[in-house]
């Protein structure tokens, strides 16, 4: 799996870009808003809690699934959508996505069994033929001579997602005066 630098900076450039933009909302609500699509974006990992705990085998198990993302959604949306004042429409469908991106960029990364995408349904494990993102070796420890390689990798991956974003808010706003 990619590292959480990875998994914030999407849910943090997908919130910029999706509809429910941030201009909408206070200042205030604004930094909530950014902390919560970062929250999203990373909630799927937080399984190596139970593992520490138990010992169990839970990493890219349920909470890499999809029908955990429906209920997470469902169950994030009912309880923010009033208190953020949106629908409960557009919270489940604004957490649904950024949850998924978390799914898809593991989908895409070498090495490991993959994620158990379909549970409950089945327990077989997917990932795609072809990875795009370089493995984090946990197994070796924090020193170990690949994360700079993983590292260097998703850096350059932000790196692009943030001139993109910046791109397209340039783009946005020339096409707005324009009008
Ligand atoms: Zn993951």
Not at 92 to 113: E, P, R, V
Not at 148 to 169: D, H, K, N
Request: glycine share 6%; aromatic share 20%; with cysteine.
């Amino acid at each position: 799996m990619p590292s959480p630098i990875a998994h914030s900076v999407s849910g943090y450039i997908l919130g910029k870009i999706l509809p429910w933009e941030y201009t909408k909302v206070s200042r205030h609500e604004k930094l909530y808003l950014q902390l919560y699509t970062i929250f999203v974006a990373i909630f799927a990992d937080f399984d190596f809690i139970p593992q520490l705990l138990t010992g169990e085998k839970f990493h890219r198990g349920l909470t890499h699934s999809i029908f955990f993302s429906f209920i997470f959604s469902s169950i994030v949306a009912f309880f923010i959508s009033n208190r953020w004042n949106k629908s409960y429409k557009q919270i489940f469908i604004f957490t649904f996505i950024i949850y998924c991106s978390h799914l898809s960029l593991d989908f895409f990364t070498a090495g490991g069994k993959g994620m158990q995408l379909f549970l409950p349904f089945t327990n077989s494990f997917f990932k795609s033929p072809i990875p795009i993102f370089p493995p984090v070796k946990h197994s070796s420890g924090l020193w170990e001579l690949s994360h700079i390689i993983t590292l260097s990798f998703e850096l350059i991956y932000s790196a692009l997602l943030v001139l993109g974003l910046s791109y397209w808010q340039r783009f946005k706003t020339h096409h707005k005066t324009r009008l």
